[in-house]
């Protein structure tokens, strides 16, 4: 049980790592000139969150990795979009993020 946690843990921090660098790349486009650093910096932020796939990918199923991360990174994008960008979310997306928790809750408790 405690595996699974700290794989979770691993997971979660992969993935919010992923989403500053793709924060990061969301604010390189926004100005008139690109920034550049952002982008290295992101890039390089993606290339060091592959090397921790590699521990995840040893422990856990594929498929299970490739959930979780897919509805941890939904969440955190919507956050980062909605608190930092200000973008409106519909009807229709917040319903898709509650039916991705309630499958993650499954997930978690039969996987």
């Excluded at 500053?20 to 008139?32: E, P, R």
Aim: proline share 0%; no cysteine.
């Amino acid at each position: 049980m405690i595996i699974k946690i700290l794989i979770f843990v691993l997971i979660f921090g992969l993935t919010a790592i992923n989403v500053f660098g793709d924060y990061l790349l969301k604010l390189a486009g926004q100005s008139k000139r690109i920034n550049w650093r952002y982008i290295v910096i992101g890039a390089i932020l993606w290339a060091l969150v592959a090397l921790g796939w590699f521990v995840v990918y040893r422990k856990i199923k594929f498929s299970s990795a490739g959930f979780l991360y897919g509805i941890i990174s939904s969440i955190l994008l919507m956050m980062v979009g909605t608190l930092i960008f200000h973008e409106q979310i519909n009807a229709y997306e917040k319903i898709g993020i509650v039916l991705a928790i309630i499958s993650f809750i499954l997930l978690a408790k039969f996987a």
